[in-house]
């Protein structure tokens, strides 16, 4: 089972080295992970996925909550949330035929072309997994020669946080 686990740091050097590190050595794989700062400056948000049980899932939470860089850590996939991806994607184009094909599935895709060369174009496209996973099979027939994505983020929506 996906875990989607958000853990609020310090932003101070080492902290992702330290986290990283003790979910390797327990033989947690991390499946995705992003980390970037947060409303305060003095902490970052790690946002990472990992698979297992919920024993699994309850062992990484404790071992987190012993790190004394770790400020708080959330099991954001127990609540009604919103995750996201980002992907940018560049395609083989050398005709106008295919470049219109492409820009109507970057459109229904709502993505976004951000960049146009003599033979390739650069779209940028966020969205579910699953979103990101069935545009990436859309643009296949176009040869990818490049793809780069993020780890995945994720918030609590507003209305599922308890008071």
Do not use: C, Y
């Not at 790690?46 to 919920?54: A, L, N, P, R, S």
């Amino acid at each position: 089972m996906r875990h989607v686990i958000s853990a609020l740091v310090q932003n101070v050097p080492g902290v992702l080295a330290h986290v990283s590190g003790m979910l390797a050595s327990r033989a947690f794989n991390i499946h995705s992970l992003a980390v970037g700062a947060t409303e305060n400056p003095e902490l970052s948000r790690m946002t990472f996925v990992v698979i297992g049980d919920e024993g699994d899932l309850e062992q990484v939470e404790k071992q987190l909550e012993k790190i004394v860089t770790v400020v708080e850590v959330t099991d954001v996939g127990a609540f009604p949330n919103v995750e996201r991806d980002l992907m940018l994607i560049k395609v083989s184009s050398d005709s106008g035929a295919q470049r219109s094909e492409i820009r109507e599935l970057v459109d229904i895709f709502r993505g976004r072309i951000v960049d146009v060369g003599a033979t390739e174009i650069m779209i940028e496209i966020s969205g579910s997994e699953q979103k990101l996973q069935a545009f990436i099979e859309r643009m296949r027939p176009f040869q990818i020669t490049e793809l780069v994505r993020t780890g995945r983020i994720a918030m609590i929506r507003s209305d599922a946080v308890e008071e």
